[in-house]
T-cell receptor, first 117, second 114 residues
Framework: GAVVSQHPSRVICKSGTSVKIECRSLDFQATTMFWYRQFPKKSLMLMATSNEGSKATYEQGVEKDKFLINHASLTLSTLTVTSAHPEDSSFYIC?????????????FGQGTRLTVV | GESVGLHLPTLSVQEGDNSIINCAYSNSASDYFIWYKQESGKGPQFIIDIRSNMDKRQGQRVTVLLNKTVKHLSLQIAATQPGDSAVYFCAENPGYSSASKIIFGSGTRLSIRP
């Protein structure tokens, strides 16, 4: 079946540095990908919609200059957490839709655990 | 509005019994609903979905019920097994196109008693 892969699965970075997370659709093209953030014991909260070839659409309250999204190809979207701080520590998850005729199905990556120290 | 969960309630079930997990959604315009299973440290895994023109759909050991009148979803798991232990999320997709978002509802942690 279709697979969405994230890299890295875990990252530890120092406060003030930036970290990039990659999301790839491995066997299908995705013009749209989504980025979520999940705090411990909480639900997934949609951060932004990543659009191939155009600017990302951010949800209310999400800082676009803090969370830079680039969707440079039909199989890759990246999320860069800039000037990371400890409160940015979280589990980041991406998803992509695959069209299958009359149906679409969302596939999720395995998530990236970011720890800012 | 968006139905975003604020905390994770827990459902404890005896192994072999049936589990029923409930979810309320807020967007009456949503036409597609999905249940996901999330194990610790992993991304959500698709379980079953249902469109708004249906009120029941069955899969292998799982059944989803949709009550649009009261905006309520439930997931029934038959003969619950230890491998079913996870957090379960309902989610809604307000549109049919691939550009539509999936908005997650509040999750429920399912724990299995031996």
């Amino acid at each position: 079946g279709a697979v969405v892969s994230q890299h890295p699965s875990r990252v530890i970075c120092k406060s003030g540095t930036s970290v990039k997370i990659e999301c790839r659709s491995l066997d299908f093209q995705a013009t749209t990908m989504f980025w979520y953030r999940q705090f411990p014991k909480k639900s997934l909260m949609l951060m932004a919609t990543s659009n191939e070839g155009s600017k990302a659409t951010y949800e209310q309250g999400v800082e676009k200059d803090k969370f830079l999204i680039n969707h440079a190809s039909l199989t890759l979207s990246t999320l860069t957490v800039t000037s990371a701080h400890p409160e940015d520590s979280s589990f980041y998850i991406c998803s992509a839709f695959r069209d299958r005729g009359m149906n679409t199905e969302a596939f999720f990556g395995q998530g990236t655990r970011l720890t800012v120290v | 509005g968006e139905s975003v969960g604020l905390h994770l309630p827990t459902l404890s079930v005896q192994e072999g019994d049936n589990s029923i997990i409930n979810c309320a959604y807020s967007n009456s315009a949503s036409d597609y609903f999905i249940w996901y299973k999330q194990e610790s440290g992993k991304g959500p895994q698709f379980i079953i979905d249902i469109r708004s023109n249906m009120d029941k759909r069955q899969g292998q050991r799982v059944t989803v019920l949709l009550n649009k009148t009261v905006k309520h979803l439930s997931l029934q798991i038959a003969a619950t097994q230890p491998g079913d232990s996870a957090v379960y999320f309902c989610a809604e997709n307000p549109g049919y196109s691939s550009a539509s978002k999936i908005i997650f509802g509040s999750g429920t942690r399912l724990s299995i008693r031996p």
